[in-house]
């Protein structure tokens, strides 16, 4: 039986790319027997429900909650929105979120303080406001979208590599508070996934990149990185490392980070 069966699992940034293929690869794991329940969050409503027809899940099993993650004081509401239909939450995919293409020189500030809102805030408070009703159901697993750029930090991505840091040492304190009270933490560091990504990451002065990346274009099919995400979160991984050989750099970081720093002041375009 697998590890999804009865469960609630939510997933933020479900419009589009990786937080989509999570909720088709979850929805696959579901059997009459065996249902699993989906809560799908992003700001795209239409996008959502498009989501949700393409589960094929029973419409009383899919619930469609937009949110904006910088919307922080809806949070509370949300979550006892989620807790009043399905009762509990197993799983929450904390998933959302945007990127960046801009050098230091010349992004204004308002783009970082966009950047840490998004992917670090809006992940710290929807984690904040769920973190009760897990505590008290003595369960339950947080599933954060970080970066191999959360692991080192490279060209015209500053505030995007530091709102994924940002996770890994927030996720990591985290994971050790709530080790006893039977809380798991996957902190999930993707390569180059084939999505959306890199149009709608912010330029300096805030407004959309609007190009697709050719790494980003060549990379791993979300539906492919979903898979192994899943086979990682029923393992109860920490953190897994998912995509092409752009995921090494996470070893050279670690064991040769000279030769890492060279590879990136060397690397030409975004
Ligand atoms: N693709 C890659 O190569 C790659 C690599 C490393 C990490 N990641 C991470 O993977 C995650 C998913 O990105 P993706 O690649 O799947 O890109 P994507 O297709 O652009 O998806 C981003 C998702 O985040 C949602 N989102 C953005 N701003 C939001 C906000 N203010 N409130 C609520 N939801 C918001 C978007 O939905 P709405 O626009 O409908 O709100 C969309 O569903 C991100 O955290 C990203 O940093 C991706």
Same mark, same amino acid.
């Given at each position: 039986? &697998? ?27 579901a ?6 329940k989906?809560v799908? !969050? ?6 959502? +429900? ?9 419409? @009383?099993?899919? *619930? ?13 509401? =949300? ?11 197993d ?18 500030? &308002? ?23 897990? *505590?008290?159901? %003595? ?6 979208? &970080?970066?191999?750029?959360?692991k ?7 505030g ?26 996957? =902190? ?9 990504? &890199?149009?709608?990451? =912010?330029?300096? @002065? %805030?407004?959309?990149?609007g ?27 920490? +953190? ?11 070893? *050279?970081?670690?064991?040769?980070? %000279?030769?890492? !720093? ?9």
């Open positions: 039986m &697998s590890v999804l069966a009865h469960k609630i699992v939510w997933i933020t940034g479900a419009s589009s790319g990786i937080g989509e293929a999570i909720a088709l690869e979850v929805s696959r794991m059997r009459p027997d065996h249902p699993v989906l799908l !969050s992003a700001r795209r409503t239409d996008e959502l +429900e498009r989501v949700a027809r393409q589960t094929g899940l029973p419409a @009383t099993d899919v *619930l469609v909650l937009p949110v904006d993650v910088t919307a922080f004081d809806q949070f509370p509401a =949300l979550v006892e929105r989620v807790r009043q239909h399905f009762g509990r939450i799983f929450l995919y904390l998933n959302a979120g945007i990127s960046q293409r801009s050098t230091v020189v010349d992004t204004d500030l &308002s783009v970082y303080q966009r950047l840490m809102d998004v992917n670090f805030f809006g992940t710290i408070a929807l984690t904040k406001a769920v973190l009760p009703i897990m *505590l008290a159901q %003595g369960s339950g697993h947080l599933v954060v979208t &970080s970066s191999v750029a959360g080192l930090g490279t060209k015209y991505r500053s995007y590599c530091a709102s994924k840091h940002a996770l890994h040492g927030f996720f990591d304190a985290l994971r050790a508070e709530v080790h006893r009270a039977g809380l798991h933490i996957t =902190l999930v560091c993707p390569g180059y996934i084939r999505t959306p990504l &890199s149009l709608q990451a =912010l330029n300096a @002065t %805030g407004h959309l990149h190009k697709m990346d050719t790494n980003q274009q060549e990379g791993m099919a979300p539906d492919v990185f979903a898979r192994r995400l899943l086979k990682a979160v029923a393992r109860q991984k920490e +953190e897994v490392y998912i995509g092409g050989r752009e995921t090494v750099g996470i070893y *050279l970081k670690r064991f040769l980070p %000279g030769l890492l !720093s060279r590879i990136v002041r060397n690397r030409e375009g975004p």
